[in-house]
């Protein structure tokens, strides 16, 4: 690459299908493509590079608060091309950033390779959803395929509470009002409180980051609103504790019973790399609430949803160990890949072996 531009290196990453540009003082720039980090063979970085870079994409209403913080995160778009989600550190006193490609296009859950059953998250009137998974995971682009589908078939009022927002979703049979922390509104929490005033169906809270916002979620969920979150956990037993950790312990019966009421479902996933070596593909765990799994949510048994999702076809629930034998028996990805991200390894090589007894041997 001749052209050292910021622009250029964002225009190349959409170009290799990467999912991040990493841009760090001291560093060559860098790309993630299918999870590994690539190095291109440009020169490092400078901090005259970074404030050139920093001055051309940041938005002009952020560039003071954004040179006196340590830490800032706004979008770019670069018209025709992408839009990204930039984020901006610190690190040894220099300034890095960290780049995520948000494409135009919201691909829907078949294009995901997401289970259908996972479209029957949006089919509830009220309550909350919360998809889960590590930063990278691709929670953004699955609740998006989620919020797509809505769009698409049921006329709603959504909206979205985000920092920054990431994907820009177009009016179908619904409407939106996409609201950015820091330029529409000062925080998840007023973002949230206002927006129930706004007349919605439907709300997307970018994250869940503490207790006042789990308290907003919770009582709008409660009056009428079908509210979707993300969480950095790994499964749906995790999240259902992740939530309850928000709260002081003379506080958590009261909130799991509040919590068990309006918990619809979770999705829980992680990107694998494809057998053929030619991008990822998300495994999932589904849970969708019953009144069975409320009332063990209730009663503090939360072992034993598991158990309930283990079943499979019951109420089209899946774990991570039915969603990763179903792929390795696709041939969409190995058997080392399988068994290197299952959270129970020897239930899933007893479902490669044919010996599973239970119902997971579900395909989708």
């Known amino acids: 690459m001749e052209d050292y531009s910021i622009d250029s290196l964002l225009k190349k990453a959409t170009e290799i299908n990467a999912s991040d540009l990493h841009y760090i003082v001291g560093e060559v720039p860098s790309f993630r493509i299918d999870g590994k980090i690539i190095k291109t063979k440009l020169p490092p970085v400078t901090e005259d590079d970074m404030i050139k870079a920093i001055d051309h994409i940041a938005p002009v209403s952020m560039r003071d608060t954004i040179f ?9 778009e ?12 610190m690190s040894f006193g220099y300034h890095a950033m960290t780049i995520r490609l948000v494409s135009y296009n919201i691909p829907d859950t078949k294009d995901l390779n997401l289970p259908p059953s996972i479209e029957k998250l949006s089919q509830f009137d009220n309550g909350i959803v919360i998809v889960t998974g590590v930063a990278g995971s691709g929670k953004s682009t ?5 919020i797509e589908h809505i769009n698409q078939n049921q006329k709603k009022h959504i909206v979205t509470i985000e920092d920054p927002i990431e994907y820009v979703y177009k009016s179908k049979k619904s409407i939106f009002t996409q609201r950015q922390i820091g330029i529409d509104t000062a925080s998840y929490l007023d973002g949230l409180k206002f927006a129930l005033r706004q007349d919605p169906d439907v709300i997307l809270i970018g994250e869940i980051r503490d ?3 789990v308290e907003s979620a919770l009582h709008a969920a409660e009056t009428g609103h079908l509210v979707f979150a993300t969480l950095h956990t790994f499964n749906a037993i995790q999240t259902i504790n992740r939530i309850l950790s928000f709260f002081p312990p003379s506080e958590r019966d009261a909130v ?4 068990a009421e309006v918990f619809r479902g979770s999705v829980s996933q992680k990107l694998l790399p494809k057998a053929d070596g030619k991008g990822r593909i998300p495994a999932v765990e589904l849970l969708i609430s019953t009144p069975t799994i409320k009332d063990f949510i209730i009663k503090d048994k939360l072992e034993e949803i598991y158990k ?13 160990n039915m969603s990763l034998y179903d792929f390795y028996k696709q041939g969409l990805i190995t058997k080392e890949t399988a068994l290197d991200n299952s959270d129970n390894p020897n239930e899933l090589m007893h479902l490669m072996r044919g010996v599973y007894t239970g119902s997971g041997q579900m395909e989708y």
């Open 211 to 213: 207790m006042e916002t």
């Open 68 to 76: 006196n913080s340590f830490d800032s995160d706004f979008p770019y």
């Open 78 to 89: 670069i018209e025709g091309v992408s839009r990204f989600r930039v984020n901006l550190a």
């Open 142 to 146: 699955t609740i998006a395929s989620i």
């Open 256 to 259: 799991r019973g509040q919590f």
């Open 308 to 320: 309930l999702v283990q079943a499979g076809s019951y109420n089209d629930m899946i774990t991570f």
